[in-house]
């Protein structure tokens, strides 16, 4: 994993980024703020609900399967989120790691004209003036929660191959939250610009540890016990 101040990455936000994540024009750089709803950050999402149960880093196929997996550790609905990707990007034709016709439903699919050369944006035009927007936004919600659910069997068997208890999910993604306090809070304190160090995740504990090597300002080890 990787800080810095501020990410030359289009978005300038301050926080941290999984080393694999870099260079994703989708992913934007976290810290340890939490929402409203949700009690752990991005940064914890990225790690537990992408990376340990084998998704993508991005792309809304794999955002609908990581949001099942944030639901079943925090025991919140992934509706308004899936409503929410499906309002600012599939209605505006934006879909992100594929194209449109890949990633539709079968039944939408069938609902399109015999025109392989229609854009992402045009699909989804045609498809709004077919159905009207409440209707067509419902049927992408369904197909959020079905690519989701798709997606539970791999996950279990990559947590499994990891060593790791799938069903304590809340646990881990807890520990790592207060770990991500302490270091974010380090960072931010001692006015870093850069540092980078590896998460380590076992059965009893996370842990924070700096990169020795690299030439960065180093802020320390941490370690959380997983409750």
């Known amino acids: 994993m990787t800080y810095k101040k501020y990410w030359d990455d289009g978005f300038g936000a301050r926080g941290w980024k999984v080393d694999a994540t870099i260079g994703d024009p989708q992913i934007i750089a976290s810290t ?22 084998g ?8 955002e609908a399967m990581a949001l099942i997996q944030l639901s079943r550790r925090t025991g919140l609905s992934p509706e308004p989120d899936y409503k929410q990707i499906v309002e600012e990007d599939l209605l505006n034709g934006q879909v992100n790691g594929e194209s449109m016709r890949s990633f539709l439903p079968s039944g939408l699919i069938a609902l399109l004209p015999d025109n392989e050369n229609m854009k992402d944006k045009e699909i989804m035009a045609f498809l709004k003036n077919k159905l009207g927007v409440v209707a067509l936004t419902d049927t992408l919600v369904d ?48 006015n870093i610009e850069v540092t980078k160090g590896n998460i380590t995740i076992d059965r009893e504990n996370v842990s924070f540890d700096d990169l020795k090597d690299s030439n960065v300002k180093h802020i320390g080890a941490y370690q959380v016990a997983i409750d």
């Open 55 to 62: 998704y993508g880093v991005s792309g809304h196929r794999s």
């Open 143 to 190: 197909h959020f929660f079905a690519l989701g659910k798709a997606g539970e069997e791999h996950a279990e068997n990559n947590w499994m191959k990891l060593g790791l208890e799938h069903h304590e999910q809340k646990e881990i993604g807890d520990a790592l939250q207060k770990l991500l306090v302490e270091i974010d809070g380090k960072a931010e304190e001692m």
């Open 32 to 53: 340890r703020e939490t929402g409203q709803r949700i009690k752990t950050s991005v940064f914890v999402h990225d790690i537990l609900d992408h990376f340990l149960s």
